[in-house]
């Protein structure tokens, strides 16, 4: 998993040897079991994952009960629970592992140490964020303009991952859809 991360992190920024075994060495590995929680409502996110092998899911609980998705992280990406990761405030979202997953991560503390100590981490820092602000800007106009077709179209184009490897019931809390809606979608399209 190391080596994943190190590629990951040589295509984002450009770091010495030196500098490279720093920031690997504030990663830790974590495995987890399907559906286990790293995150719950009212707690505060204290780390960041990057996923070797499996899929995170950050997601809501509304007032009925119901979970809505609001981001999946597969092999090669990040994923925290973002508000709270920056904030240290309570997170209103949940964060679980829906396949078993291989992780490595790295606390707040250190992660905010790296941006101290390499200037090249506040570069890679940067990237990550504009990265989520631009995946979240999208979804929310897809929310306010499009219908539940346009967003399955758009989610195949874009992420197609995500319908091939998770159960309809996670897509369908994705698209912010039925079940049945997306069923009938996948007939269609």
């Known amino acids: 998993m190391y080596e994943q991360l190190t590629h990951y992190l040589n295509t984002q920024i450009k770091v010495s040897e030196d500098e490279l075994k720093i920031i690997l060495s504030f990663f830790k590995p974590l495995k987890l079991k399907k559906n286990e929680l790293l995150v ?3 707690q505060t996110s204290q780390r960041t994952f990057f996923v070797g092998k499996g899929c995170l899911r950050i997601f809501f609980i509304n007032e009925e009960g119901q979970d809505a998705t609001r981001y999946f992280a597969f092999e090669d990406q990040f994923a925290t629970a973002l508000a709270s990761f920056i904030t240290g ?3 209103e979202e949940f964060m679980q592992a829906v396949e078993h997953s291989e992780l490595l ?3 707040h503390k250190d992660f ?3 941006l101290e100590i390499i200037p090249q981490w506040e570069k890679f820092y940067r990237h990550y964020l504009e990265k989520a602000y631009v ?4 979804r929310l106009m897809s929310f306010l303009t499009q219908d539940a077709t346009e967003k399955y179209r758009q989610l195949l184009n874009e992420n197609p991952i995500i319908v091939r490897r998770l159960p309809n019931k996670m897509v369908a809390s994705y698209l912010n859809i039925s079940q049945e809606t997306l069923s009938r979608l996948k007939s269609k399209v």
């Not at 995946?135 to 999208?138: I, R, W």
């Open 112 to 114: 905010y140490h790296l």
């Open 40 to 42: 719950t409502h009212g």
């Open 135 to 138: 995946n979240n800007t999208k």
């Open 105 to 107: 991560y790295i606390t």
């Open 89 to 91: 405030e309570p997170s």
